[in-house]
């Protein structure tokens, strides 16, 4: 079961401007595995050799948007730490906030 996260700007005007700064930085992370248009996967570099592992624990949406919308079916540490980093990159540069499925505040 996967789980759903929307990343809201308080300036979507930033987001719109940094769009391409954005995918950069998701590019960056340890477990990016590759992209489609406004698409981006990755994979946690845990349970490699486990027969019955998706290629992808986490797809991260930025087109359209904003809002940016995080779906995530595995959240092992690597997970964790990247998606984490990348949201505290975000937040260097904007405010945001990251909401559960339901519209309440995520822990992220």
């Given amino acids: 079961m996967s ?3 929307f ?3 308080e300036d979507e ?5 940094n769009r391409a700064c954005i995918a950069d930085a998701i590019r960056e992370l340890e477990m990016f595995m590759r992209e489609e248009p406004g698409v981006f996967y990755l994979r946690g570099t845990e349970g490699e050799g486990e027969p019955d592992r998706w290629w992808y624990d986490v797809r991260i949406f930025i087109d359209p ?5 995080l779906e995530m079916s595995a959240h092992p540490p690597s997970v964790e730490r990247d998606v984490s980093g ?4 975000l937040r260097e540069h904007t405010r945001i906030r990251v909401d559960d499925e339901d519209g309440e505040p995520a822990t992220w």
């Fill in 65 to 69: 948007a904003p809002p940016m919308r």
């Fill in 7 to 9: 990343i809201n700007f």
């Fill in 13 to 17: 005007g930033w987001f719109e401007e």
């Fill in 86 to 89: 990348l949201l505290n990159k």
């Fill in 3 to 5: 789980a759903e996260f």
